[in-house]
């Protein structure tokens, strides 16, 4: 159904409206607690019983991802449409159904680079949270120069043979399944690559946690030792793999740009210039007294602002189908910088205590400020780092040449 | 908020474009500036007036339709991109805005038009010292019973040097630094007791300081209310300081593109001096800052034409961020075309001397910052 004029968007609207009233669950209109985001999968466990409900619900509808076309199970809605949603959703403060880099990154490449078989196969289990994808993208020797992977594919007839180490797997020993890059040719560099899906319980599969500077692991070593994989599970053409991934590693910075990365605020935690009025204190006239961070704050602030602008900017220019290519490199280099600068003003403000590691004395919110500090490093670093986006940005967009 | 330009603020933004690249380019300025003309240009004028830029935010009647302040942004932009100097942000813009915020309708009646033909030209005597500071204004004005004789000095008046009619911000009550009291008077360049200092300047657009000795004004000179000058003159500036960043954008882009040219033709070491990563990165940073500024400049035009609450917010977001970036991009622009940067028969300099101008006018970066932290509450 197209509705192609604001009388039609306005019956979708009210349509909406009545749908989420009846089928969103009340807690699901409160703020989320960290320990209740759902992330799906066969294994899933769900804290509070109606986040399983509102997942079910939605997915069932394709709301998950409401752009997705019906055939495969998505919500088939125009991009009208899906803002009239997603303002809807707003308006009753509705979290999320369902986390998952199957919606944000491997569910838009399949769609593009997949065949019909492929689609019919993983795109509904994607929206319906059934289930949990991780990457395999970078390895221990190939990071920024993510071309350079060796992890090893061989043809063996029937099927085909996986040897070699992945790293930084985000939550692969949660995942049910894998989108990986993997070697189909070792005489050429990125010609030589495909990408493949397969199954995290295969036989030869291992993932090991990492423990982070934060405390946490969110990553994994992920390795691979004769893991057999049926050839209806290579997506897009043999040594075709490259095309794809960089493609997924566009809706991977848009996606991190997008959240401003996972972890920002958060429940209860304030901004950087509420806790140096706390810790610091004000003059008469209300500035915060320290006037040299006081000025850094304001820095943050302005960039934090003429970052959110340049988005909306920009999805106003893409929707008006004006052309601004590129723009994924731009994004994820100011929001990791964005991010940072907060988090180290957050640190600054709090003084002692935001330097607080465990128990008792520091305030709750405080260390979770801590911990964020410290994994909100890894935002120049992961999904490309700053320097592979600046060159991204110098070489693709400015069109600078490669040194000979 | 639309960041997406209509037809006709597409096609005023072309022609702008096109005028300033065919007749205005950067040797124009240079050639005004070897004959001594200090950016008084009556050529210039007629074909600003022929295109109709002076009148774009004027309506033709009552409550019709203009291009907005949007549309002047294009000019401006434009006019920023060879540092062609214009009368176009004090006539067009200072002007226009502190007549239909605060002017009598006999004043709009009389000045309007003439502002919207190109037959008058205005200047915004404001800053009475080397920093700007809105409301630190000493000149005085008294009741004198057929109207107010004013007395001081206001310093480097933008084009100030050849403007018909000066805006006068003067004290009609308190002291220096009070926000009340400050009133706003219109004044002929040719009246009595006024002395103009024409300022040979960094930029080659030239200023002028200007005496007021027991000048003579009647009541009718007064725009808005005595003493509440405050109210027509904060909204004004809000809308200069926009305007202004919207030159300043124009001049980083120009500043940049020809940087970038540079890099892809300069070699060195038997390579493109574009092909080593320092360059790169930091020319990549610089467009990611453009790209940035870019948004905030055209927030802060769409917000004045819809009437948003958050004008004075979002005009020091943009002066603070397009005076950051004209500067990094001026100083980036002379650096990494090494010698010949230094040199006058480029064109480098004349973006970084004319960058320092636009910085200082309307507020500074850091008097942004400042504002912007206040009004958001710390």
């Known amino acids: 159904m197209a509705y192609d004029n604001a009388e039609q968007l306005e019956e979708f609207r009210v349509e909406a409206r009545k749908w989420l009233e009846e089928n969103c669950p009340p807690s699901m209109r409160t703020p989320m607690a960290d320990d209740e985001v759902v992330w799906g999968g066969r294994n899933a466990t769900f804290k509070n019983p109606e986040s399983k409900l509102w997942l079910d619900r939605m997915g069932e509808k394709g709301w998950t991802s409401p752009e997705w076309p019906k055939e495969y199970g998505g919500g088939g809605l125009t991009r009208a449409e899906a803002r009239v949603l997603e303002q809807e959703l707003r308006r009753i403060k509705a979290r999320p159904p369902l986390f998952s880099f199957g919606l944000w990154m491997f569910g838009p490449a399949l769609l593009e680079f997949g065949n019909h078989e492929q689609k019919l196969r993983f795109i509904p ?31 063996k007839g029937g099927h085909y043979l996986i040897n070699g180490q992945k790293v930084w797997t985000s939550y692969a020993d949660r995942a049910d399944w894998i989108f990986c890059l993997v070697r189909t040719d070792t005489s050429a560099k990125h010609e030589g690559i495909s990408f493949i899906l397969f199954d995290m319980k295969s036989p030869g599969v291992e993932a090991r946690p990492i423990q982070l500077i934060s405390g946490e692991s969110p990553f994994c070593e992920t390795f691979f030792t004769d893991v057999k994989v049926p050839k209806d599970q290579l997506v897009g053409r043999l040594n075709g793999g490259w095309d794809i991934a960089k493609r997924l590693l566009q809706f991977e910075r848009s996606s991190i740009s997008a959240g401003g990365f996972g972890g920002t605020g958060g429940s209860g935690i304030l901004g950087p210039e509420d806790y140096a009025k706390q810790h610091i204190g004000t003059d008469e006239a209300g500035r915060i007294l320290d006037g040299d961070l006081r000025g850094r704050i304001t820095d943050h602030r302005m960039y934090a602002k003429a970052f959110s602008l340049t988005v909306q900017r920009q999805t106003e220019q893409a929707k008006a189908g004006q052309a601004v290519g590129h723009t994924a490199s731009i994004l994820k280099y100011g929001a990791a910088k964005m991010n940072q600068d907060r988090h180290e003003l957050l640190i600054e403000a709090l003084g002692t205590e935001g330097l607080g590691w465990d128990g008792e004395g520091f305030d709750k919110n405080a260390k979770k400020v801590t911990r964020q500090w410290l994994r909100s490093k890894g935002n120049s670093i992961e999904g490309g780092t700053s320097e592979i986006n600046l060159n991204v940005i110098a070489k693709r967009v400015l069109g600078l040449k490669e040194h000979q | 908020m639309s960041f997406v330009l209509t037809e006709d603020q597409e096609m ?41 830029f002076f009148g774009v935010i004027i309506p033709d009647e009552p409550g019709a339709e203009t291009f907005g302040l949007v549309g002047l942004g294009q000019i ?95 004290r009609t009550f308190g002291e220096a630094g009070d926000r009340h009291g400050i009133s706003l008077f219109l004044v002929p360049s040719t009246a009595k007791g006024v002395t103009v200092t024409a300022l040979k300047t960094v930029d080659s657009h030239g200023a002028a300081h200007i005496s007021f000795e027991d000048v ?52 060195q070491f038997g390579q493109l001096i574009g092909s080593f990563q320092s360059l790169q990165h930091r020319a990549a940073k610089m467009f990611v800052e453009l790209e940035m500024t870019r948004s905030c400049v055209a927030a802060a035009l769409g917000a004045v034409d819809a009437g948003k ?68 509450g710390f």
């Not at chain 1, 929206?127 to 120069?145: M, V």
Request: proline residues 4%.
């Open chain 2, 216 to 267: 003579h004004v009647p009541d009718a000179a007064l725009i808005g209310p005595a003493d509440q000058g405050a109210d027509i003159l904060d909204p004004v500036i809000d809308r200069a300081a926009i305007g202004m960043s919207a030159e300043m954008l124009g001049s980083a882009q120009a500043a940049f593109d020809m940087t970038l040219d540079y890099l892809n033709n300069r070699k």
């Open chain 2, 309 to 376: 609450a958050d004008v004075a917010e979002l005009a020091s977001l943009a002066k603070a961020k397009a005076g950051e970036l004209v500067h990094l991009v001026s100083n980036e622009c002379v650096q990494m075309h090494g010698g010949i940067g230094m040199t006058d028969a480029a064109e480098p300099g004349f973006y970084m001397k004319r960058a320092r101008v636009q910085e200082a006018l309307y507020g500074s970066a850091s008097w942004h910052r400042d504002r912007y932290a206040r009004l958001n």
């Open chain 2, 76 to 170: 401006l932009e434009a006019q920023g991109r060879t540092l062609a100097a214009t009368p176009l942000l004090q006539t067009a813009l200072i002007a226009a805005c502190a007549l239909q915020l605060g002017g009598t309708p006999a004043q709009k009646a009389e000045w309007l038009p003439k502002i919207a033909a190109g037959e008058a030209t205005f200047a915004l005597a404001l800053d009475e010292s080397a920093h700007f500071s809105p409301y630190t204004i000493a000149t005085e004005a008294e009741r004198d019973g057929q109207g107010f004789t004013l007395n001081g000095l206001k310093k480097y008046v933008p084009d100030g040097h050849y403007a018909d009619v000066f805006i006068v911000a003067a």
């Open chain 1, 125 to 155: 289990d994607i929206l319906k949270g059934k289930t949990r994808w991780c990457q395999g993208y970078s390895e221990p020797g190939a990071g920024s120069d993510l071309a350079g992977l060796q992890t090893r594919c061989e043809d």
């Open chain 2, 12 to 52: 005023l933004r072309e022609t702008a474009m096109s005028l300033v690249q065919g007749e205005l380019p950067v040797s124009h300025l240079r050639a005004l500036r070897d004959k001594g003309a200090n950016g008084n240009d009556p050529e210039t004028r007629r074909k600003l007036a022929e295109l109709g």
